[in-house]
């Protein structure tokens, strides 16, 4: 079955400094990895997607992914936080099944401070 | 863009009553899900639908939760007798296309319910 595990339930970062949320994934077989950000009170928004070719994927809003097949990783970066930044981050996999469902990680609330 | 519509946004009810969560989905996609989250924890499947039946469903869509496409444009998750841990954030989702696809869920803001 697959998964995916946020081992931080919390990041605190610098304005200005880079960040790193991570994410590792067990899925048998090539994975379909997400990336969403939600605000408060506010649905989940699509960031980016790995499904094959370059392992670095670039999104939305400066953030970018690198995709690790040996250590089954697929950590958010982004260079440089901003405060506006401030949010819950979920990773997600693509799951095999007839609904195709997306199963979430349990979420990493990033904090950028001034 | 289009979006995914959800209403209403803030749902009281008192546990026993059954709820109606109602969804517009982007009109050309043909997948739609439910999830929710309680109080800013992981976000849990609750069921998937497609072609006007229920695709998959996880173990908390139990016997008190139904969806339905009435018309073309809604999705709705109904509850039948609410109970307190019913309490969530409710988020349905919609996707061109399922297994083994690119396609990314486009959510809505979500339908807080509160059961009293």
């Known amino acids: 079955a697959q998964s995916v595990a946020q081992p931080e339930d919390q990041v605190n970062v610098a304005e200005g400094n880079p960040l790193t949320v991570k994410c590792t994934y067990s899925?048998?077989?090539?994975?379909?990895l997400f990336w969403y950000v939600q605000y408060p009170n506010r649905g989940l928004q699509f960031l980016l997607k790995?499904?094959?070719?370059?392992?670095l994927v670039k999104g939305s809003y400066g953030f970018e992914a690198e995709f690790n097949k040996s250590q089954t990783s697929f950590h958010l970066k982004k260079p440089s936080a901003l405060v506006s930044d401030s949010a819950l981050y979920f990773c997600?996999?693509?799951?095999?099944?007839?609904?195709?469902?997306?199963?979430f990680g349990q979420g990493t609330e990033l904090s950028v401070k001034p | 863009e289009p979006e995914v519509t959800q209403t209403p946004s803030h749902q009281v009810t008192q546990m026993g009553q059954e709820v109606i969560l109602r969804c517009v989905p982007i009109?050309?996609?043909?997948?739609f899900y439910w999830y929710r989250q309680i109080l800013g924890q992981k976000v849990e499947f609750l069921v998937s639908f497609y072609n006007n039946e229920i695709s998959e469903k996880s173990e908390i869509f139990d016997d008190q939760f139904s969806v339905e496409r009435p018309d073309g444009s809604n999705f709705t998750l109904k509850i039948r007798s609410t109970k307190l841990e019913d309490s969530a954030m409710y988020f349905c989702?919609?996707?061109?296309?399922?297994?083994?696809?690119?396609?990314?869920?486009?959510f809505g803001n979500g339908t807080r319910l509160t059961v009293t």
């Open positions: 009109s050309n996609h043909l997948y």
């Open positions: 989702a919609s996707s061109e296309a399922r297994t083994g696809s690119n396609s990314p869920l486009h």
């Open positions: 997600a996999v693509r799951a095999f099944t007839q609904g195709g469902k997306l199963i």
């Open positions: 899925v048998s077989g090539n994975p379909y």
């Open positions: 790995y499904i094959t070719g370059d392992n």
